[in-house]
């Protein structure tokens, strides 16, 4: 049974002529004395209890301060891989641009070269059809000359064949008789553009 402070101060004991009843002092105290006892273990039991929480508090403060630790590191070396990441993106980065623009360099001096090598095979090309086209013409040239020559030759045989009595007094000049003739037109017309 616990007894409160206010019961305590408001405990009366009935006066025997000499005093207190003795029997009555004697039960208060005894109950004031299971009362104090029970607070007495009460005040152990939380005095051990509290103790114990006490140094796990001490232990999870501990622990908190080496989480607490733990944690800086933690952010310490996040900040220092990512800063590290970052670099290495950067760096990553900066190489795949240089090996681009070498890329492109090297396609561009290409390019260049293939081009200057087309231009050249267009000039040599060129050069070659002029080259072939002057041959042409002097092959043309030449089976005029060819073909005047041979006309000339057979109209003089012509000429030369006929007796003497029909042969005209003032005969035409070979170039006048050539011109005039079907074998000049039909070379002319195979050379005409």
Known sequence: MALSP?????QDFQKAP????R???????????????????EKDTLSRRLEGLMKRIG??????G???QALELAKKEAIQIV????????????????????????YAADINHTKQELYELNTI??????????VLELQEQALKRFDE???????????????GEIRVEYPLPDGEVFSNSTHRRRREALFEE
């Open 59 to 64: 232990e999870l403060e501990a622990q908190s």
């Open 66 to 68: 080496a989480i607490g």
């Open 18 to 21: 000499w005093g207190y009843k």
């Open 6 to 10: 206010l019961e305590i101060r408001n």
């Open 83 to 106: 800063a590290e990441a970052e670099e290495q993106a950067a760096g990553i980065g900066e190489r795949a641009d240089a090996e681009a623009q070498k890329i492109i360099a090297k």
């Open 125 to 134: 090309k060129g050069s070659y059809f002029r080259k072939l086209m002057r």
């Open 23 to 41: 029997d009555d002092v004697k039960f208060f105290l005894a109950q004031i004395a299971e009362a104090v006892a029970e607070l007495k273990k």
């Open 149 to 163: 020559e041979y006309e000339a030759r057979r109209v003089k045989k012509a000429i030369s064949a006929i007796p």
